[in-house]
């Protein structure tokens, strides 16, 4: 029997650099309320959510993530060419192939990149950044670029109260790298697929064939409305508060680390009543730092946690080298926590 040769890459990975992108539009609440019969104060009540940004023409998937790219790149302080492999974690681009991220890499300037994307709803960023670390230690890549990026405008039903002031477009990068030291933990990670009809896509894409059209949901306007994101959403609530917050400790215990450990909980900004619950449940310290860029940019699914990473940094309220709790969690049901430094 032959023997195949093994690849010896680096000891541990590490985020090296961090950048974000938020479309120029600022959707408040009130132009929420013009479809749909509730109020400001509920709305900050139930989700904690302020404003959104909503993408235009121009600022299209791949757009939004080469801006992300590009500022997390020069973080990093290497070069496009260096950038081994593109991972993009989307539920939002829209064309069934090629992947997204083959355009990224190529109009960034990688030479020749290995590149796809990943479905993974809100965890995929985590999905992501696991699949990073493991090629960078298997010698496969030296740098990964780890993109989470979405235009959920596009799946919102504006008319569903219970979704339609939820969701937010934007992206944000990471870029993965070498380390003589573990700088990210192991991933507890997984799938509850008996609850995935808890959070889906109302309708699948080939009720559009011809013939069909007469089936699909309209609106009042009488248009046929296009596939949008639902939930229900106390099913939600009750697996993310209780189910995610053992999730999270999980990965702290599998870091070898203590809540008292942490600098900083950066949990995917789906709703910050979720994030109070994740909170109490794990008993953070008040030292702490809890990401809640949830407020003024909605939920992002796979971009929310490092577009709120970035904006922890950039405000000062988090620093480089400190040490966060990330986890990731939603449709599928799927899950992803891990413990790492910050950048």
Known sequence: MSKIKARKGAP??????VGGY????????????????SSDEWIRSRSGIETRH?????????AMSIEASGKAIADAGIGAEQIGAVVVATVSHFS???AVATEIADRLGTAKAAAFDVSAGCAGFGYGLTLAKGMIVDGSAEYVLVIGVERLSDLTDLEDRATAFLFGDGAGAVVVGPSEEPHIGP????????????????VPWDRFRVGDLSQLPVDSRGEVKFPALTQEGQAV????????????????????????DLDVFIPHQANERIIDSMVKTLKLPEHVTVARDV??????????IPLAMERLLATGEAKSGDTALVIGFGAGLVYAA?????P
């Open 338 to 342: 891990t413990v790492v430094t910050l």
């Open 295 to 304: 407020r003024t940019t909605g939920n992002t699914s796979a971009a929310s």
């Open 54 to 62: 909503w993408a235009n023409d121009e600022e299209t998937v791949a």
């Open 237 to 260: 609530f009750r697996w993310a508060v209780f189910e995610m917050a053992k999730v999270a400790k999980e990965a702290l215990d599998a870091s070898g680390l203590t809540a008292d």
């Open 187 to 202: 991933t507890v990670w997984g799938s509850e697929g008996d609850k995935s009809h808890t959070i889906k896509q109302t």
């Open 96 to 98: 069934q192939t090629p």
């Open 12 to 17: 541990y990975a590490r985020i090296l650099g």
């Open 22 to 37: 938020r479309p120029v539009r600022v959707v408040p609440n009130e132009v929420i309320l013009e479809r749909i019969d």
